[in-house]
């Protein structure tokens, strides 16, 4: 039961590693190529866990908008390094997309004969906050399993009550930032139903500089903060 629950809320923060960067939003999210990210993930006893860092490292004009695409290493709380991806997002009349099926590649075990599946939405984040703001659902589907055989795993993730609930100020090592608090609920199927109560902190000009994440009763499991910025 122990390594379920810290697989659903390492996915949970792993998750929320893929909504931290974006490109000329014109709202909560305005970086540049060339700019540098660090995220420290803690868990309940404030133990750094894993140290995650992005890099803007393209962008090209689409219809209406920007489409980026960014570096993602990962490290444990000794410094080593435990994955590499990229990832994507799009800006599209100032609101910014986040494809959630990126979030697999480093969540998920590698093999040559492992085959990962996943279907989900996007994550939405308009231009402009606003306190009271209802923002848009979305659910992801991952499935893991070998090349022709049976299937490892089978988690549902849907995010649900999205809700702008209030302005904060929120300090962190990277510096001290006037952000939105944004609440929504998990629900995770896998091995039985667990639902991770969740909150997000979002800076104009920055990004997202603060998650966390709560069990049904309420208590905090785990919480990631930006520790650094570079190139902003």
Same mark, same amino acid.
């Given at each position: ?91 599209? &009349? &100032? ?34 906050? =606003?306190? &009271? ?15 022709? &055989? ?30 939105? =608090? ?51």
């Amino acid at each position: 039961m122990k390594k379920t629950l810290s697989l659903l809320f390492a996915f949970a923060m792993l998750f929320h590693s893929y909504l931290l960067t974006a490109q000329d939003c014109g709202g909560y999210f305005a970086f540049k190529k060339g700019m540098k990210v660090e995220m420290t993930s803690y868990d309940k006893k404030d133990k750094p866990t894993v140290t995650t860092k992005y890099e803007v490292i393209d962008y090209k004009p689409i219809d209406g908008g920007i489409s980026m695409a960014f570096a993602h290493e990962a490290y444990d709380a000794k410094g080593k390094l435990l994955s590499k991806s990229e990832s994507t997002g799009k800006c599209v &009349g &100032g609101d910014y997309y986040t494809d959630i099926r990126n979030i697999t590649s480093d969540a998920m075990p590698k093999s040559p004969d492992m085959k990962v599946t996943v279907t989900g939405d996007q994550m939405v984040y308009p231009r402009d906050l =606003k306190v &009271g703001d209802i923002l848009k659902d979305a659910s992801i589907n991952v499935k893991t399993g070998f090349e022709g &055989g049976m299937t490892l795993m089978n988690m549902n993730a849907n995010i649900t009550n999205r809700k702008v609930e209030a302005y904060e100020t929120i300090e962190t090592p990277a510096g001290k930032f006037e952000c939105a =608090k944004i609440t929504y609920t998990m629900n995770m199927k896998f091995m039985g139903n667990r639902t991770l109560k969740c909150v997000e902190y979002l800076a104009k000009g920055v990004g997202m500089v603060k998650t966390e994440q709560f069990d049904e009763k309420g208590n905090r499991q785990a919480y990631m903060v930006v520790t650094k910025i570079e190139g902003q």
